[in-house]
């Protein structure tokens, strides 16, 4: 099958995606799905860095407790 035919069989749906015809409520709906999930991810990264930091930060202390002696 030549390239030119293949496009031509993708393009036979006139554009419409899998979840149907794309109007603005999909588009919207991705969109805040996307913001959400952002937020989402950022709150969560942001609570496991802070956690690994505070091990760390206990880590070192109880380190420098072992070195002088306290």
């Known amino acids: 099958m ?3 035919a293949q ?3 993708f393009a036979a749906d006139n554009g419409e ?3 149907g015809e794309t109007d603005d409520r999909i588009i919207t ?3 805040l799905g996307l913001v959400i ?5 950022v709150t969560l990264a942001s ?3 802070g956690a690994l930091d ?3 930060e206990q880590r070192k202390a109880a380190e420098l407790r ?3 002696g306290w």
């Open 7 to 9: 496009i031509a069989v």
């Open 2 to 4: 030549s390239l030119l």
């Open 37 to 41: 999930f952002f937020a989402v991810f």
């Open 66 to 68: 072992r070195r002088v």
């Open 17 to 19: 995606g899998i979840v």
């Open 47 to 49: 609570l496991l860095q």
């Open 54 to 56: 505070k091990r760390k």
């Open 29 to 31: 709906f991705f969109c």
